[in-house]
């Protein structure tokens, strides 16, 4: 089997994983990626976790967080 076979058939559904990139968070939840930025920029955001200078999406706190919005 080629490496890159093994690493997808290893590789984490979006719908499975604890946090998203921006741009998964995208995909999964039809919001651009713009808003996304825009939206974990505010220091209150409950769903954003920095690592660095990397911006990751809390799934679980994204998905709870959407569900009590009406508009964004």
């Known amino acids: 089997m080629e490496e890159g076979q093994n690493y997808r058939k290893n590789e984490v559904p979006i719908w ?3 946090n998203l990139s921006v741009n998964e968070a995208a995909v999964y939840s039809g919001i651009g ?3 996304l930025r825009e939206m974990t920029e505010r220091e209150d955001c ?3 976790l920095w690592v660095g200078q990397k911006r990751l999406i809390k799934r679980l706190q ?3 967080y ?3 919005m009406f508009s964004i």
């Open 16 to 18: 499975k994983k604890q």
């Open 33 to 35: 990626i713009n808003k």
């Open 46 to 48: 409950p769903f954003v």
């Open 62 to 64: 994204f998905d709870e």
């Open 66 to 68: 959407i569900s009590h």
